[in-house]
Each structure stands twice: as structure tokens, then as C-alpha cells.
């Protein structure tokens, strides 16, 4: 008999730990496929055009998309942030991932956002110069 209830606990936890690491464990990706967040690109060190959004995707997945429109300069070592900035100094910083191309839409799935990612900016930013081709402030979406 306590073998089957320790059989059932594991059970009971294994599909507890299953149902927590989708995508429901993070409020934000709750509820439709909408836009959360965007803001439009501006240059920095380089011309850089376009717009930045956060989406929830159906079933919850949370990506930052950027618009088919997009533009940077094609430089080494390019790279996708969310940051905060206080004047020129970084306060946040996460990697969303290595810039996949230099134009057009793309993707790039982000499970752990917080509300307060969708304040940040989306940051296309040049490793090899540590300098930022340009940036998009976000806005929430009501």
C-alpha cells in the first residue's frame, strides 16, 4: 500500500513539474495571441528601421518579432537585447539572441519576459564595437 501511494506522489509531482514548465508558468504568455508591446527603431551609431514588438503567440509562446520592415547596418557580431538604460549606462541588459539577419522579419522566442521588459528597449547592438546600431522603445499595448 505505500508503495502506491509514494508511486502516486511521484506521479502527482512529475505531472505538477510538466504542467509548470510550459508556457503557463509565465503570466504574460496567459490569454490570446495579441501584441503586448512595440516601439519603432531609431539609429544610434547606425541607420536602423523598422519596429519592435513583444507577441504571444497562440499556446502562449512569447517571442520578440521584428517587423518585415526591418533594416540595420551589416556589421560582425550583432546581437538582440532588451535593455534599460539610465542615460548611456546599461541597468538591465538580456540577450535575446544573435541577430539572424540584417533585414526583414524575425523571431525570437523569449519565455522568461516580466511586464516590466515590455518598458525596455529592444537593442540591436554590434559586439565587436561595443556600440548599439539603434534601438526601439518599447510601449505597452492596453
Not at 1 to 19: E, K, N, R, T
Not at 56 to 70: A, I
Amino acid at each position: 500500500m505505500a508503495a502506491i501511494l509514494i508511486a502516486a506522489a511521484v506521479c502527482g509531482v512529475a505531472a505538477g513539474l510538466v504542467f509548470a514548465g510550459g508556457a503557463s508558468g509565465n503570466a504574460l504568455a496567459r490569454g490570446r495571441p495579441a501584441v503586448l508591446a512595440s516601439g519603432t527603431f531609431h539609429a544610434v551609431t547606425w541607420e536602423t528601421t523598422g519596429t519592435a514588438s513583444i507577441v504571444r503567440e497562440p499556446h502562449g509562446r512569447l517571442v520578440v518579432r521584428l517587423s518585415k520592415n526591418f533594416l540595420t547596418h551589416r556589421a560582425p557580431e550583432l546581437y538582440v537585447y532588451l535593455v534599460k538604460l539610465h542615460g548611456q549606462q546599461r541597468v538591465e541588459w538580456k540577450q535575446v539572441g544573435t541577430l539572424e539577419q540584417f533585414w526583414g522579419r524575425q523571431d525570437y522566442a523569449m519565455p522568461k519576459l516580466t511586464a516590466s521588459d515590455l518598458t525596455a528597449q529592444v537593442a540591436i547592438y554590434c559586439a565587436k564595437c561595443n556600440k548599439f546600431n539603434g534601438l526601439a522603445r518599447l510601449t505597452p499595448t492596453s
